[in-house]
């Protein structure tokens, strides 16, 4: 077993530590936020993640899981990960601050053989950067390798430890075997490659996804005027094994701590280097454009959103997570808001003081009947389970109108119907009520006259 230290406790470095601890490694966290550090120690995850607080417990229980809130006069370890956030910058470039600054505190305190592993998802070049950062603060023989995470909130501990696959790249074949060494018993194939692959594969495996998501959503912007079914066209498309079933459900957009990050960087970085990178730009415009969908859905059937009041179901960026960074369902709350609606989200699995620090406008409650009263409109944004089952004949008593967008295209059209809502959808016209009328095409083409009436309702303006 293995000495393993992991920087930054965060959503995927807590789930690192924890797991490797899980296995039988003696593991030391350390991040510099205090009150995270404190609760980790005391076995209470700071996050929400399924099966996290069982593993945490148990690792701190046992002893093999400690915690530091500074870094230690020597970090006694065979393998330093780091884990540490790589946000965008406002010039869309990622934000490597945190990433020297740990590296900078851990250098003088590196055991001489330690491996530093690097598991932040960074631009390419980034592990070079590193390692002469380390070797000019204190650690003179450090390495490096690359091994990008792949795990996804909300079912994060199972991806962590029970992989598609693992990536190692490094310019040192002899570390690069020892980090291989560490995952011998996962039961999932190694690829091994030099560092700046290594790094790459990760920022071309999320835009790559991100892509698929957009490719549905232009499909369904598609199908809700030429009168065909998304869901339906994502499941015949999807029983190609060349295309796949996964990532093609239609709804109101990607959003999350590493989707919209890393698309934005990967561009950004392709720029730098005289690269235009038309397709990132395009999945980026066309998620943008799915919360504006929402928008017009509401607009065509409530006319000017000012003066309304809207509900909007979930305030986290998808279910199961209380990560509420980049968060589609918010952006959506926040766009109704500055049109002038009245906003109400409802969460019962985020901190509101985590969405009142960033929308300070925003009322989140759990409490979904108060929250419709007098509502004119629900939009469902995130998925979570309870959301599937509402309790639509109590809430088509209080609202003030009864109308359903379903932003993630997962509720019955006919249980809402038959409850007296009017149901609104994603790419789904024949599920909205009768049968599915193809536009009338006013204009030949969009971007030369933005206006189609969509059927018999309200224009929508292309610049909407
Ligand atoms: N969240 C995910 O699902 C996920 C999945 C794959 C990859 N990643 C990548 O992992 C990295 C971390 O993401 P995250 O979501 O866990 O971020 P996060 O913000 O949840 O956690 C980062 C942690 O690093 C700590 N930190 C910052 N500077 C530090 C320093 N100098 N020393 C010690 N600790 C420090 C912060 O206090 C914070 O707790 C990012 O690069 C991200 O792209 C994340």
Redesign the pocket.
Known sequence: MAEIAV???????LVVATSFASLGHQVVG????RR?IEACSRGISPIREPGLDALLLDGVQSGRLTFLAEYPDVIEADFVFI????PTSPSGACDLR?LK??TT?MAPVLRDDAIVVN????PVGTCDEIERLLRTSGAPRATVVSNP?????GD?VRNFTQPDRIVLGSNHPASLARVASLYQDFDAPIFTCDVRTAEMIKYASNAFLAMKISFINEMASICDVLGADVSHVAGGMGLDPRIGGKFLRAGIGWGG??FP??VTALEYAASLHGVRAQLLRGVVETNRDMRRQVIRKLRDELGPIESTRVVVLGASFKPHTSDIRESPALEVANLLRLGGAEVRVVDGHVAPEDVTAQFPHLVVTDDLLEAARDADAIVLATEWPEFLELPFDELARVMRRPLIVDGRNVLDDRVVRDAGFIYRCIGRPGAEGGTPVITEVVNERIDREPVLVRNGRSPVLASD
Request: hydrophobic share 35%; with cysteine.
């Open positions: 920087i930054g406790c965060g959503q995927a470095g350390i991040d510099i936020d995270k884990a540490v956030d790589t945190a600054s740990a505190s598991k932040s998802t960074v995470e792949f795990l996804q909130e994060a701590s590493c990050k890393d």
